[in-house]
């Protein structure tokens, strides 16, 4: 099974500063990877996600993500944060388990975005 | 947004009861999940379904059951509910399974006393 790491439970930061949330997983062949963004009282919604190809992958809300196999890593930026992306961000696996993708999601990171 | 739906969306329950959470999909997808948010856990998968009658476990699957007897409908049972299962459940759909995007519910928020 995958074990999914987000070593920041949370991040303060100032409006209009960069940020980078990290999540590390577990060394597989080939996985598939996301980042869920939840608003409060809200389900998940998708962020962006790696299939294949560029290891940058670009998002909704001016997110991107850099896909490092050799990390096993896939950290999620942005270069300039608003107040509205005070949410918790939530870094999940697909893996192959007896031919079946299942999801493994990251004990997620809340950013708080101060003026 | 994709067509998901979860009744109630909270429930307050005693230990011993049984409680049935239900998902409810418009979109025709194959694929159906049921998780659980803990805080510091994230999200959990307790059941999926990857078709009609066709469930397995996830890793979390003691103490619940689940059924899917028609696409749209995906149960979650706790035959007797405990204060360890207090937690806000949500389901999620896809169409192509883990490869493509799971879209999720509202959640619902279920208290055991």
């Known amino acids: 099974a995958q074990s999914v790491t987000q070593l920041d439970s949370q991040v303060p930061v100032f409006e209009e500063a960069p940020v980078e949330l990290r999540c590390n997983y577990s060394?597989?062949?080939?996985?598939?990877l996301f980042w869920y963004v939840q608003y409060p009282n809200q389900g998940l919604q998708l962020l962006l996600k790696?299939?294949?190809?560029?290891?940058l992958v670009k998002g909704i809300n001016g997110f991107e993500a850099e896909f490092n196999k050799s990390q096993t890593s896939f950290h999620l930026r942005k270069p300039s944060v608003h107040i509205s992306d005070t949410a918790e961000y939530f870094c999940a696996v697909s893996d192959r388990e007896n031919n079946f993708n299942k999801f493994y999601f990251g004990s997620g990171t809340k950013l708080n975005v101060k003026p | 947004d994709a067509g998901i739906t979860q009744s109630p969306r909270h429930k307050v329950t005693e230990t011993g009861t049984p409680v049935t959470l239900r998902c409810h999909q418009t979109?025709?997808?194959?694929?159906m999940y049921w998780y659980r948010q803990d805080p510091g856990h994230g999200l959990r998968l307790i059941h999926y379904?990857?078709?009609?009658?066709?469930?397995d476990k996830g890793e979390v699957s003691d103490g619940y059951s689940v059924s899917r007897s028609k696409t749209e409908d995906f149960l979650l049972t706790l035959e007797s509910a405990t204060s360890s299962q207090t937690s806000v459940y949500f389901c999620?759909?896809?169409?192509?399974?883990?490869?493509?995007?799971?879209?999720f519910g509202p959640g619902t928020r279920l208290t055991v006393l």
């Open positions: 379904s990857y078709g009609v009658k066709d469930t």
């Open positions: 060394s597989s062949v080939s996985v598939y």
């Open positions: 999620a759909i896809s169409e192509n399974g883990g490869i493509d995007t799971q879209y």
């Open positions: 790696y299939l294949s190809g560029s290891t």
């Open positions: 979109e025709n997808h194959r694929y």
